[in-house]
């Protein structure tokens, strides 16, 4: 990872996550709004009934042990933790995200299962065959090389486990390719939310595939998930936030001022929300 871009994310999320925490809660991710996107429900639950959706997707029973690829402020790693009593580790480039994850844990009295490091996710200070779950929910994005992404959250996977990657694309390509038009439109979303690329969903599966990993299956829910850029559009412009907008400084005020660019990407059938689930033979 280029020292440049890590220090933009690591700069984006250590002035944003107290705000977007304020304002959202600790769910740094998208909401779920059922297969087309049509129920109504509270914006906190529809985070929450994502992470649900996905581990009833990907079949998700059981577990003790379980690696959160971008864990923010520990969102989904915690409530991961408590669900299964499993011990869970994040990892973060943001050591403002870090400090607060590991402050929430020893708020909800799991401090003893759950540890919160900085690292680079394209090389893991952990041993190979080290977790039963790799999840990955909304960091793929950020990856300036997919492949040693994918690779690395493998490697470190236990055999029989389960790998759960969950991610910005763009559209699939191999009936067009993307027009400029298009390109440009992704080059806007790249630069204000600190992103090198992003591929397609099929582009992940080959990839997936390619390292090894066994029973791949993906699914598009950009429908069920699109919803959650019109909330988060109406929760920006609250006096709230808008006072906590001026504190957070201005990469997070062009954040919030582009919100519009992934809510028209979702419209246009560009920006798709992916998922991918596999397992590491035993």
């Not at 864990?71 to 403002?96: D, E, M, N, R």
């Not at 065959?129 to 929910?137: P, R, Y």
């Not at 997919?146 to 390509?173: A, D, N, S």
């Not at 929760?235 to 005020?253: E, H, Q, R, V, Y």
Request: with cysteine; aromatic share 10%; glycine share 8%.
């Amino acid at each position: 990872m280029s020292a440049t871009l890590y220090q933009r994310i690591q700069a984006f999320y250590d002035s944003s996550s107290g705000l977007w925490e304020e304002i959202w809660g600790e769910h740094m991710h998208h909401g779920y709004y059922g297969a087309e996107g049509t129920q109504k429900k509270d914006r906190r639950q529809a985070q929450i009934d994502l992470i649900e959706e996905i581990l009833q997707w990907a079949q998700v029973n059981q577990i003790e042990s379980l690696l959160d690829v971008g864990c923010g402020i520990g969102g989904s790693s915690l409530y991961l933790a408590a669900k299964f009593h499993a011990q869970a580790t994040g990892i973060t480039l943001s050591p403002v995200q870090m400090n607060r994850a590991t402050e929430r844990a020893g708020e909800l009295g799991l401090t003893s299962q759950s540890e919160f490091l900085v690292a680079n996710a394209q090389a893991m200070p952990f041993a190979d065959n080290s977790f039963d779950l790799v999840w990955s929910l909304e960091s793929g994005e950020h990856m300036p090389d997919k492949g040693k992404f994918i690779q690395e959250c493998y490697r470190v996977l236990k055999p029989g486990g389960k790998m759960i990657v969950v991610t910005w694309c763009h559209r699939p390509t191999d009936d067009s390719p993307l027009s400029a038009d298009e390109q440009k439109h992704l080059q806007d979303i790249y630069r204000v939310y600190c992103l090198p690329y992003v591929i397609s969903l099929p582009e992940y599966a080959a990839i997936a595939n390619q390292v090894g990993l066994k029973n791949i299956h993906t699914a598009d829910w950009s429908k069920a998930v699109a919803p959650f850029w019109h909330v988060v559009i109406d929760s920006a412009f609250t006096p709230k936030a808008i006072f906590g907008l001026l504190s957070a400084g201005w990469t997070t005020i062009v954040g919030a001022l582009s919100l519009g660019l992934m809510r028209r990407g979702y419209q246009r059938g560009l920006i798709r929300f992916g998922l991918l689930c596999g397992v590491k033979e035993l």
